[in-house]
DNA sequence: ACTGTTTTCTGAAGCGCTTTTTTATTGAAT
DNA sequence: ATTCAATAAAAAAGCGCTTCAGAAAACAGT
């Protein structure tokens, strides 16, 4: 049995006969296909996502569509639009700039979503969640540690759920320790918004003498509008990112950053989707991403002529 | 009739109805998809090419399906298998690791091929050139006029036909100034693979003064590990890397680098096969992907010890 | 008013598969 | 041999759309 199998593929190679996936889903009532939607595929944090939920989708033979929403709402739209269209087996949403109006179209047609952080309440949705404050709380205590007491934060463009909470746990820290958070300069989630932003901090005085970055690709821009002023980092300023994707991890310094393990993010929603998918009616889980302080060289000592 | 079709249009957004896009590329017999397929996502030279060709697609009406194929086999043929079954109407290749079996069989399938830099010659594709010689005398001649005489190569993990062309431009390159090419230590196109090239290097003796890497993130690797044994780029060894990713721009210190379009790379190729599926026997064109030189801080004179 | 032609509308056919139903085949039990 | 359940094989019925053929309607020309 198994050999006639095998000579039927031989055959069918030799043949070049490729079945046609859309009549086989249309016939089948139901696709082999999961979604992705991501807010950016050039930041390496969504990237790596991506390829580990494709891996492990593939794993279950499921053939796999991204969509990239660019932080623009029509985008967003037409990316959820296509899923919809497209008649996914399920979608995995890591994107925060998805209204809840297509989040709830999505789960009436019952298709199972995994979201990452986006607080999602729907029995027809996982969540993948990170503790934010935890993150903000273990780089601000390093920093603290490391004497820095006026600690500045860069944020995101948008008050995108998941970009605010960030924010509000570097404010929530901040107080904790009794510190004033500082003015906040927006950046657009990438370098050049980072770079901006870190002309912009260098104006304020006194200056900070640390700077929280919301992610990696705003830590490497702000840097570098740092090295422009002459600021060596960490000698002169402190810098910390977020995400801990392999940049932060090859860049000059080695970024201090918190890693989000994008990998296991993407495999984790490839499996829940899948679970969900097969057995109609569970219960939707919660996981728990894990979140870790990676202490790089970005950050040292607080200077002693910023602090005085 | 405008407003017509707006009401329908608004009804049905109401009546939350969604095409069935399997239908309807069954129905019609041919979909509106385009794919597009690359090595590796992480490499923001892909992802940018990705999201460029992403962009001109759905400015087409095109729905774009993305296959990484990791520089490995199999998975190369999955992406190719996965082609052929969803039916594209077009197919962008950007990846030298695709084997001619499978783009013949897909070209006699009728299905449009752009490929960047792989020499498939076939009246149903659409070939996207780079001139990697030409890339690689300019950044060999910018070295040699700082006055490098010793100038090493890192090249990729496998023999792939664009991997080895920059290899061959090298060498081609270094004999055509009276230099001996140096013996290649490989990378693996990353940025690990880099780092593992940089170490390898510092064994040699003499040590070259500068290193031509074959792409960016390779170069961001050589310099990580120059930098942890004491050498500072470009004061002790000069380094470029090739592609002017987002990366090079923002890395410390800038890289010097080859400029290859990436986003233009990507919207010619959407292009280009929206051409060739409206118009079936069109003579399939050739684009020259043009490539730029750009200067940056990781090169500087070669230093007098090292040369002496 | 009548035929010939063009345009518009309606309904049926069919895309390439999966699934369900029907029919044929076998095997055991009477 | 005959009946009935169990199994295998073959045929039919869609899946949700597009397309195409044929019917109906509209328009001219004589």
Redesign the pocket.
Known sequence: MPETRHRVLAIARKLK????S???S?????SRTLGIIVSDIENPFFSLAVRSFEARAHRWRYDVIVSETNYELHLMRRAAERMLEQKVRGVAILTSEMSPTWLNEIARQDIPIACFDLDFVNKGATNLKVDYLSGMRQVIDHLYQLGHRRIAYVGGRRTFKNILSRHQSYIATMEALGLEPLPVANGNQTMDGGYVAGKSILGVSPRPTAVVAMNDLTAVGLIKAFNECGLRVPADISVTGFDNTYLAEYFVPRLTTVDMHADILGETAADALHEMSISAGTPAKEYKIKIELIIGKSTGPASVTATA
């Not at 006969?17 to 046609?20: F, G, S, T, W």
């Not at 249309?26 to 139901?30: D, P, V």
Request: charged share 15%; glycine share 0%; no cysteine.
């Open positions: 006969y490729y079945p046609n859309n009549a086989r249309l016939a089948a009532r139901s």
